[in-house]
Structures are given as structure tokens and as C-alpha cells.
């Protein structure tokens, strides 16, 4: 099983890559934020428990959670349209960068 930092690396890197995808710290050097359009498409906690918050339609939200123990409610977002994913080993990391997609369309949707 991968380690979550190492995960962690490949994550940031995939986000980084999303075109007009901008590094933010509004929240300290410990969160960092990945925006599209000056809004958020994802959020990873970079010192404590190793995760990343994604932007996910209501339902499919919920889905999630019922299915994945590492999915849970948005930590310090709407918990209606946030999850946070833990970097735990148990979701694939094809499942993890289809979730940044979807994030970073809703977002995108959202903007035009």
C-alpha cells in the first residue's frame, strides 16, 4: 500500500496541472488550495490527518460516503456539496483523480 504522503505528492501534482489552476494558502501554510476561476476545487491538509476536501454533487456526495470509509463530510466545508477524502490506502487513485475532475467542473460549471 502506497504511503499517504506519497499519494499525497501525486495528488498536488495532478491539481497543479489542471489548466488555469492557481496554489493558494488562505488558511496558513498547513491547507493548501487549488482554484480554478478565483473559486476552490480542492483543498489537501498538508501536516495532520493527510486527506483532501473535493467539491461533489449532493447526491453523489452522500453516495460516497455510504460506500467509502475514508469519504466523509467536508471538514470546515457545506457538508452538502464537500467531502473530504482521507489518503488512507483504500480508494484507488483512478477513483481519487475522477472525483478532482468532477470538482474542478462543478467549479467550472458554476463560473460561466
Known amino acids: 500500500m502506497p504511503k ?23 488558511f496558513g501554510d498547513d491547507v493548501m488550495v487549488f482554484k480554478v476561476k478565483n473559486k476552490m476545487f480542492a483543498l489537501i491538509g498538508l501536516k495532520e490527518r493527510v486527506g483532501i476536501n473535493l467539491k461533489c454533487d449532493p447526491v453523489y456526495a452522500w453516495a460516497l460516503r455510504k460506500k467509502y470509509e475514508a469519504v466523509v463530510p467536508g471538514y470546515h466545508m457545506n457538508k452538502k456539496h464537500w467531502n473530504t477524502i482521507y489518503f488512507d490506502g483504500t480508494i484507488p487513485k ?14 467550472l460549471k458554476r463560473k460561466k
Open 94 to 107: 483512478t477513483l481519487l483523480f475522477e472525483w478532482i475532475d468532477d470538482s474542478y467542473d462543478l467549479v
Open 4 to 26: 499517504p504522503e506519497s499519494i499525497q505528492q501525486e495528488i498536488i501534482s495532478y491539481c497543479s496541472a489542471k489548466d488555469d489552476a492557481v496554489v493558494d494558502f488562505p
